[in-house]
C-alpha cells in the first residue's frame, strides 16, 4: 500500500487486477485531430471526461455528476490517428478525504496507446464545496484502490514565470462554447491552450502534466506564457493553470 503522501500521477499505478473496470470504444473523428491527423490533447481529455462520467452514472453511487478535476497526468506513448478505433478502459487507483484518482488507459487498433492518471474532486451538488467520499463510493470503487492514498495536492504552481515571459505572452480566447454546464471554462479547453502555446512539442507526445489552480470564468482575460517546457495561464495576475512536458522516462513513467 502506497503511503498518503502520494502526489497524484507521480507514477501511474498498473490496474492491481482486484475491482471495477470499466470500458468504452470510441473512434477519433474529424473535429478532434491536427492537420497532422493526431489526436490533439484536449480531444483526448474530453475521452477521459465522457468516460468517467459514463462510469459514474453506471456505478449508481449517490454522487454521480458533481465532480471537477484538479489535476491530469498524460503520457503519450503512440498518437491515435484520423479514424483509429479505441478501447478506453478506466479504474479508481486511489482515494483521499473528498476525491479520488481514476486512472485511463488508451490502446488504439492501430498502436496508439495513451496512460492517463487524474484526481477528481467530489462536490457537494448543492453548496459546491469538497463532499467527503461516503461509503458508496468505497463500496463500488474501493477495492481496485487497494488502500492507496493520495493527495490533492497541487506541485505545478510552486515556481511561477519570470516577469520577461510574462511580458512575451500571448492572450487566449475564450469562446461561450467552451463553457460547461457549471458555467465555467471546462477542463479540456485548458488542453486546447497547451496544444496554442507548445505545438510542436506536442507533436512529439511524451508526458504532459496539467493542474487547475482556479476556476476559470466567463470573460477571463487569459494570457498563455511559456517558458521552454513550462505553460503558466494567468487570469489577470491570478495563476488558473499550470502544465508542464517532458520526455516519459522509467522515473517518471
Known sequence: MSEAKDLVGAVLEPFGGVGRLFRLVHRVRLGDVTPSGRLR????????????????????????????VRRTVLQVHG????????????????????????????QGASGARIEAASLWVQLDPVSGRPARLGPDFDVVYGPSTQGR???????????????????????????RCDLDVLGHVNNAVAWA??????PQRCE???????????????????RLVRAEERLWVLDGERLAVAASAAEVTAENG
Not at 193 to 198: F, K, L, T
Open 41 to 68: 490533447l484536449d480531444a483526448v481529455v474530453r475521452y477521459l471526461q465522457d468516460i468517467a462520467n459514463d462510469d459514474a452514472y453506471a456505478s449508481e453511487i449517490d454522487n454521480p455528476g458533481a465532480w471537477v
Open 204 to 222: 512529439r507526445g511524451g508526458r504532459f502534466e496539467l493542474e487547475h489552480h482556479q476556476v476559470i470564468d466567463a470573460g477571463a482575460s487569459l
Open 79 to 106: 498518437w491515435p490517428a484520423l479514424r483509429e478505433d479505441l478501447e478506453l478502459t478506466t479504474w479508481c487507483s486511489g482515494a483521499g478525504g473528498s476525491w479520488a484518482e481514476r486512472r485511463t488507459a488508451v
Open 193 to 198: 491552450m497547451v496544444e496554442e502555446a507548445m
Open 149 to 175: 492514498r493520495v493527495r490533492a495536492k497541487l506541485a505545478l504552481g510552486t515556481v511561477g514565470p519570470d516577469p520577461a515571459a510574462v511580458r512575451a505572452g500571448s492572450p487566449f480566447a475564450l469562446r
